[in-house]
């Protein structure tokens, strides 16, 4: 039999559909599903941020199922109200509420985090999930590089800002969405504005990835004894709208590879959903998740207490007012 022949058989033909279907069926494999899980979240707040679609728009779906209040920090007014109606729609939870922010830009955090603030009484779940990736370069009016502004900065100044409320709410746990890449992320402080930076693909989406991990720990560490936990997680390599900033023939390849092998915005929600509700992690704090809800160690330089110390400090000073 030729080579070709081969390919040609029956025998492969069957047996390369029955893999792909397996395949596709694994996908959004992981150890915990919120389907069975029955954590009601009735008088509880959560905020989360790039709830208009992708992972976010998920766990704000799962938030208002379980009956909280959720509140979508989206950008985007049009997009942000589409989610909201579909969110009420689908849940019949009508305390969803629609929240304008812009994450690069530190006045419009600190303008969002002032009417929340002043509007609500508690905050008992905060997922930093708004991101972006494959940005060009660019310089925000704070001075900052946009993509450690959207993806690090701005979400380190909004959690800094609500924190006294999430304390007083406590139980209360902050979820910060990363990324498995943040093992291929290097810290240079000069980075955040835009010095020393190549961009190459995802590079410096990975470095702000791994600037989330490491505050966030700090941030547990800071937090102990409060009642407030603070986690990171890697979602999954997910079939969102995360590649919108890659050239067309990445993306192409993204989305053939990605329906077979890639998760669901739905099963890329799991994960941050399992670290803000699942009652097993009660107290469990600064640590790292992986897409399959299992508790791993992330790179070693996001393990580094000393590093976590410094980037933290450096991080208020880049978000302070002066
Ligand atoms: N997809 C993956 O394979 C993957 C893997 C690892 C980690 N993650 C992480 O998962 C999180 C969610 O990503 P996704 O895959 O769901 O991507 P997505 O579909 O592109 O959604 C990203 C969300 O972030 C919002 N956003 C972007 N820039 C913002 C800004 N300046 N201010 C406020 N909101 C902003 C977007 O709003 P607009 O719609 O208005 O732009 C959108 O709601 C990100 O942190 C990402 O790094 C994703």
């Not at 208009?52 to 007014?77: Q, W």
């Not at 702000?208 to 991990?213: D, G, P, R, S």
């Not at 399992?274 to 998740?289: Q, S």
Request: contains cysteine.
């Amino acid at each position: 039999m030729g080579y070709l022949d081969m390919f040609c058989h029956p025998v492969w033909a069957i047996s390369t559909a029955l893999l792909t279907v397996f395949v596709r069926i694994q996908r959004n494999y992981a150890r915990w599903n919120p389907r069975t899980c029955e954590v009601r979240l009735t008088g509880k707040t959560a905020i989360v941020t790039g709830a208009n679609t992708g992972i976010g728009k998920f766990i704000a779906l799962d938030f208002a199922r379980r009956g909280a209040r959720v509140i979508l920090a989206c950008r985007s007014e049009v997009r942000g109200t589409e989610a909201l109606n579909e969110i009420r729609e689908k849940t019949g939870n009508s305390d969803v509420h629609l929240r304008l922010v812009d994450l690069s830009s530190l006045d419009s955090v600190r303008a969002f985090a002032k009417r929340i603030l002043e509007e609500e009484n508690a905050l008992h779940i905060l997922v930093n999930n708004a991101g972006v990736s494959g940005l060009p370069r660019q310089i925000t009016k704070d001075g900052l590089e946009a993509s450690f502004a959207t993806n690090h900065l701005g979400p380190f100044l909004l959690t800094n800002l609500l924190l006294d409320l999430i304390k007083r709410s406590a139980p209360a746990r902050i979820v910060t969405v990363s990324s498995v890449n943040h093992k291929r992320g290097k810290v240079d402080f000069s980075h955040f504005r835009g010095e020393n930076l190549t961009y190459f693909m995802d590079e410096v989406y990975n470095h702000t990835k791994l600037h989330n991990i490491i505050c966030t720990n700090e941030l547990a560490h800071r937090l102990q004894d409060t009642g407030v936990t603070a986690n990171s997680v890697h979602p999954g390599v997910v079939m969102t709208e995360v590649m919108r900033h890659y050239p067309l023939w990445v993306r192409c390849i993204f989305n053939l590879v990605g329906f077979f092998f890639f998760k669901s915005s739905e099963g890329g929600a799991v994960s941050p959903i399992y670290c803000a509700i699942a009652e097993e992690l009660e107290g469990i704090t600064g640590r790292y998740f992986d897409s399959d809800c299992s508790l791993v160690l992330p790179a070693p330089l996001a393990r580094d207490a000393a590093l976590a110390v410094k980037d933290f400090e450096v991080c208020e000073r880049l978000t302070s007012k002066l």
